[in-house]
């Protein structure tokens, strides 16, 4: 995995930089400066228009994925295949954008109710969704050419740095809430920009498009598996916003805006995959093309595994912190009433990032057609029990949905991936890792009967015990962690990782 090893970490990298960014946006600025309801309304904005940016792009992302190893030709600029990418989702956001206006009334009629802030600004969703589409066209390109990191920085970190701007001026009053809605538009347009300079600066794609080198068969397999892709996109991307819309629809924007915090603290699990997935789809792709089944279900195995040691972990610090994480942001006391919110929805990002994989192989297989099924049952399962839940339990009743939703989707997906493929994703390292996280949760429990409330009370003020508590609590069952995985071998990977470290330290030691 020497490539998507070196691409994974520093994707990572530009990851979790934009986390400190946005940790520092949400958690310091966003809480203290802005309303639950303004929140709230930033959150909806860029869920629908994330909705119509996914559903214009006719299936862009995935079908790039499965056809570029039939244009990749390096002497003749992959043969157009970059004008193709651009072209189609243009045609997509312009049908797409036409049904937006058509159901432009029932959506606000829907929202009115509890959410009339959101009605004031429906049209913004139009042309954010227009940047935020061609930031993911020209970001899957750089990815089918192996270069993701600073696509990854224009994402993680351009916008989010551009953002914390834009928050500070509407925080000292020099842009109106109008200016700020604007404002957020305009990131993402100068991302996109950001994004087709870099990738033009690689002098490996052309807008030239060649109809000519388009075979009958390979525009006729393109045609149907792109209007299987428009109706897989209408289930599978409404489900990731559908939190969102039922919250803020059914409990209003603050309650929202509540949720939105929760949603961004669960959100912390899932970064390790958005590199490891980006740069693994392509060896997938080209795996199931060339029909090695071996090496795909190697890799799907190795991906599975390290998504899951490393959300875990990072859902377990999580955890152990949660208490102090609402103690420090301002105004934590409206939005620590999410804190079981963030408990499920990580789960749920664990579920989704280890396990996506398989999904991943079944849409560049040639049975990627059940895809579609599974994803209406996905959907109509979440929307169902959204209906249900939110009645009884508000904002978790909806991440419930998200999780039951998750947990029936893959049930069926992996037994399907396994017994016409013969790939799974599963090993019994899985269960060791199981064994081991569920032993650390214990651990921390009883760190938290027996330790926790002595350290806090060593010191009159009590935010102090309060920090050294977690810090005590983190490092102890972080170090025990590693050394029972690092002890048993799970990971030859994270092995070598640890060894490289220690090595160095051992050197520096010397010297």
């Not at 310091?28 to 309304?41: D, H, Q």
């Not at 009334?105 to 009339?116: G, L």
């Not at 916008?159 to 914390?164: E, K």
């Not at 071998?489 to 092995?495: E, G, L, P, T, Y």
Request: hydrophobic share 55%; aromatic share 14%; with cysteine.
């Amino acid at each position: 995995m020497g490539v998507v090893a070196r691409q994974t970490i520093k994707g990572s990298i530009m990851n979790y930089l934009g986390v400190l960014v946005g940790f520092f946006t949400t958690f310091f600025i966003v809480t203290k400066y802005l309303s639950t309801e303004e929140v709230g309304l930033t959150r909806v904005l860029v869920d629908a228009s994330i909705l119509l940016s996914s559903l214009a792009q006719l299936g862009t992302s995935t079908s790039a994925m499965r056809y570029y190893p039939y244009f990749k030709d390096e002497n003749e600029r992959d043969h157009g295949f970059f004008g193709w990418s651009v072209l189609i989702p243009l045609l997509g956001f312009t049908v797409f954008t036409i049904l937006f206006l058509f159901f432009k009334q029932p959506i606000e009629n829907y929202f009115s109710k509890n959410s009339e802030l959101f009605v004031n600004y429906v049209y913004f969703v139009i042309p954010m969704a227009f940047f935020m589409m061609y930031l993911t066209v020209f970001e899957t390109n750089s990815n089918l050419l192996l270069r993701i990191v600073i696509p990854k920085f224009i994402r993680e970190v351009g916008i989010r740095l551009m953002t914390m701007i834009v928050y500070l001026l509407f925080a000292f009053d020099v842009i109106s809430l109008d200016g700020m809605v604007i404002a957020l538009c305009m990131t993402y347009g100068i991302a996109t920009l950001l994004n087709i300079i870099y990738l033009f600066s690689l002098k490996k794609v052309s807008f030239k498009i060649q109809p000519a080198f388009v075979s009958k068969w390979l525009r006729k397999d393109f045609i149907f598996y792109t209007l299987f892709l428009i109706a897989t996109s209408l289930a599978s991307n409404l489900l990731p916003v559908l939190n969102t819309f039922f919250v803020s629809g059914e409990l209003g924007l603050a309650v929202a805006g509540i949720n939105t915090i929760a949603v961004y603290i669960a959100s912390i699990v899932e970064i390790p995959y958005r590199s490891l997935a980006a740069i693994s789809r392509p060896h997938i792709s080209q795996g199931m093309k060339d029909d090695n089944v071996q090496s795909v279900n190697a890799l799907v195995k190795n991906v599975s595994l390290h998504q899951f040691i490393v959300s875990t972990f990072i859902f377990l610090i999580i955890w152990i912190n949660i208490e102090l994480i609402y103690d420090i942001i301002p105004n934590g006391n409206l939005y620590v009433e999410a804190k079981w919110v963030v408990l499920i929805l990580s789960l749920v990002k664990i579920v989704n990032t280890s396990l996506n994989v398989g999904a991943t192989v079944l849409s560049y297989s040639k049975y990627y057609y059940h895809s579609l099924l599974l994803t209406i049952i996905l959907t109509l399962s979440a929307i169902f029990l959204n209906i249900k839940l939110i009645p009884l339990y508000g904002m978790e009743g909806s991440a419930m949905a998200s999780l039951l939703s998750y947990i029936l989707y893959y049930a069926i997906l992996l037994t399907l991936v396994y017994f016409k493929l013969k790939i799974s994703p599963f090993s019994l390292k899985h269960s060791y890792m199981i064994l081991i996280i569920s032993s650390l949760f214990v651990i921390n429990w009883i760190m938290r009967m027996f330790i926790s409330e002595i350290v806090i009370n060593l010191f009159d003020i009590k935010m102090i015990g309060l920090i050294l508590d977690a810090m005590i609590r983190t490092l102890i069952i972080s170090f025990i962690g590693l050394y029972i995985i690092y002890k048993t071998k799970i990971s030859q990977q994270i092995n070598d990782i640890i060894d490289k470290f220690l090595s160095l330290l051992l050197r520096k030691h010397k010297i």
